[in-house]
């Protein structure tokens, strides 16, 4: 393993998947080895055949791909695998009008998004190339920068980034008398979806664009970080149970809503044809 200057990368850690005419297959459980103080390794316990060979800095989660010219066979003892240095964007962000977010999440390239609380800087180390960079959090509307490049080794600062507060929704959430419920949850998105029981509470379905808050003891909430395109708004507690589900126009700060929450029931059956259940 070697850097972009020919010089050997210790410690990297160097995995292979078999080549599949062209395309890497994978391997339930993958031979996994370290480069020694030359940048050499050895793959043991591989079938014989075409290997796609990947290598990563011990030291990050980047990782960087031989070329397709130089997938190898079992046979072959001097396999290259060129590994260039990470590089880092750096940023900060600060609300359009003064302020700035009490929390925010960087997500880079749709992986996992880092948290970033009590700052209004942040730091993420990156592979050398062109990236999309997300910042999402509660309280201003998503910001996407595309065709951020950053250089192998180097820091790419790209200055104050602006947010926008978004549209803001208030309202209110009572029970059938029209006492306020405090505790209840309040989401709103483009999309809602759940499990019959509670919005996202089986197998993640949290939604599309979801903002969620939760409502203080007078029935009182604020979401604000709302875009320009519908949205429906659902209350729920885990006692008084769920409102109707209400739509939010595209456009403008929506008027103040009263959510009232009603009990939820339950339905069971059996479907069934040509009078046998159906699986």
Known sequence: VVNADGAP???????????????????ADPPVAVSDGGGRFELRGLAEGRYRLHAAFASSSSSARAPA???????????????????????????????????FQVRLDGRVPIPVRGGTTFRVSSPAGHHVLHLQGPGFRDKV????????????????????????LRGRVVAANGSGVGGARISTATLLIGDGS??????????????????AADGS?????????????VAEHPSAGRSAPTPIAATGDPEPLTLTLVSVASLDGVVTRAGKPVA
Request: proline residues 4%; without cysteine; aromatic residues 4%.
């Open 9 to 27: 990368v210790p410690e990297a850690q160097v995995s292979a998947t078999p080549d599949d005419n062209g395309r890497a297959a994978a391997l």
């Open 69 to 103: 010219e130089l997938v190898a066979r079992t046979s072959e003892r001097n396999a290259r695998i060129v590994l260039d240095e990470t590089g880092a964007i750096r940023r900060e962000v600060a609300f359009a009008h003064g302020g700035a977010p009490d929390f």
């Open 145 to 168: 920068l595309a065709d951020v490049e950053v250089s192998a080794g180097k820091e790419r600062d790209v200055g104050l980034q602006r947010l926008d507060r978004g549209r803001t």
């Open 198 to 215: 509670s919005l996202g509470a089986a197998s993640g379905a949290l939604g599309v664009g979801r903002l969620d808050a939760t409502s």
């Open 221 to 233: 909430f604020v979401i604000g970080g709302l875009g320009d395109q519908p949205y429906t708004v």
